[in-house]
C-alpha cells in the first residue's frame, strides 16, 4: 500500500496525523476559509448572471500556490480573483480563467480581452495565457468560454 502524504492547500507542508485534511495550521485554514468563502461570492454572482461557475477550492488553491498567492501579472499582493477573459467579455469562473490579481492590476486590465490588454507587459499576458491553458486541459481542453449571448 502506497501511503500518499497529505499537502497543505495553501503552503504545501506536509500535513500530519490529526490535522485537518487540507490546511497545515491555523493561519492556512483561515486562508482557506476566506478563499472558500470568495468562491461562493462568485458562484452566488455567476448564478444571477446566469453564467457557469465550475470553480472548485482546490483547483483555486493550486492556481494560488502556483502564483505564491501573488498577483499574478506583478507579482504584488493577491487582493482579488481576476477572470482572465472578463465576464462581461463572456469569460467563465473556472480554474481555466482565473487568476490572483491586485487591485492596481485588474484597473489597469479593466474590462479588456487578453489580447487587448496594452497596460501589462505582452509576456506576462502570454505566460498567464499557457499557464491557465494547461490548467483547463485535464477538464475540458478548452480555457476560453464559450460566447455569450447578448
Ligand atoms: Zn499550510
Ligand atoms: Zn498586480
Redesign the pocket.
Known amino acids: 500500500m502506497v501511503y500518499t502524504e497529505k499537502r497543505c492547500w495553501v503552503c504545501n507542508a506536509v500535513i500530519t496525523w490529526g490535522q485537518s485534511d487540507t490546511a497545515c495550521k491555523v493561519q492556512c485554514r483561515s486562508l482557506l476559509y476566506a478563499e472558500s468563502y470568495r468562491i461562493e461570492r462568485h458562484k452566488e454572482e455567476s448564478y444571477r448572471k446566469n453564467r457557469p461557475c465550475r470553480l472548485q477550492l482546490g483547483e483555486w488553491a493550486e492556481t494560488l500556490r502556483h502564483y505564491k498567492w501573488r498577483?499574478a501579472?506583478?507579482k504584488?499582493p493577491f487582493e482579488s480573483l481576476d477572470h482572465f477573459v472578463p465576464v462581461s467579455q463572456g469569460g467563465a469562473t473556472r480554474v481555466g480563467n482565473v487568476v490572483p490579481?491586485?487591485l492596481?492590476?485588474q484597473i489597469a486590465k479593466g474590462g479588456l480581452l487578453p489580447e487587448e490588454v496594452e497596460a501589462i507587459p505582452r509576456d506576462v499576458i502570454e505566460r498567464i495565457a499557457r499557464y491557465l491553458q494547461r490548467r483547463a486541459m485535464p477538464q475540458t481542453g478548452k480555457s476560453l468560454p464559450v460566447s455569450r449571448k447578448s
Do not use: L
Request: hydrophobic share 25%; aromatic share 12%.
Open positions: 498577483c501579472f506583478c504584488g490579481a491586485c492596481q492590476c
